[in-house]
């Protein structure tokens, strides 16, 4: 893959960071309203949902602990989704009987989201739901409901705000484009 150009590569911005971050804000307020007097297991899926991960769980007032999780879904630079779902990292503590929720980047097919909460809903949560960014429901091949969500967007392959392309672009603070010869040229 070519050395990528952060701004000359950038066709579009869906949602500019000032957006993201109301959003985080709106999103974290909402969650502390709805688990008040509880406290609430944050499970990220790394690498893509990191940026949301830090900035929403500063944006909640109540007590959290977080998680980290790793999933494959895609290899490499493509832009499609094998359907397969690899654990490349589990949990580290137990999630018996908390309040869970999965905190992810993007919601395309969501095979990715349905491995998960299968899985997840195995280790016998007390509560379990749904926290995602970017939804991209053009694409859904099994339905999931996200209980929170950000943005809706079209059915475009997106990066930046943790987001990458051949695993670039996750540190650019907006949700962009990119040029469709930067695309081709993987
Ligand atoms: P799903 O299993 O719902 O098809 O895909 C979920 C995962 O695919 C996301 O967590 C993300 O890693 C990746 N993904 C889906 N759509 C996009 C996209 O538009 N851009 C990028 N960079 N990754 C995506």
Redesign the pocket.
């Known amino acids: 893959m070519r050395t990528p150009d952060l701004s000359a590569d950038v066709a579009d911005v869906l949602v500019t960071a000032a957006d993201i971050q109301t959003k985080v804000a709106e999103l974290g307020a909402t969650l502390s309203r709805d688990y008040a007097g509880r406290e609430l297991t944050l499970v990220s ?1 790394l690498k ?2 990191l940026p949301f991960m830090a900035d929403l769980m500063r944006q909640i007032t109540i007590p959290v602990q977080i998680d980290l999780m790793e999933v494959s ?2 290899g490499g630079a493509s ?1 499609e ?1 094998s359907g397969l ?1 690899r654990i490349l990292k589990d949990l580290s503590s137990s999630i018996d009987g908390r309040d869970v929720l999965i905190v ?10 349905n491995y998960l909460m299968r899985y997840l809903r195995g280790k016998n949560p007390r509560s379990l739901k749904i926290c995602a960014l970017l939804d ?1 429901p053009a ?1 859904r091949l099994v339905e999931i409901d996200i209980d929170y969500r950000g943005f809706t967007i079209p059915d ?4 930046g705000y943790g ?3 051949g695993e670039f672009y996750r540190n650019l603070p907006f949700i962009g484009v990119l040029r469709p010869e930067v695309y081709g040229e993987s």
């Open positions: 899926v893509g949902a879904s895609y832009t989704t779902v992810e980047d993007i919601i395309d097919t969501g095979l990715t989201l991209k694409r475009r392959f997106v990066v987001l990458d392309y």
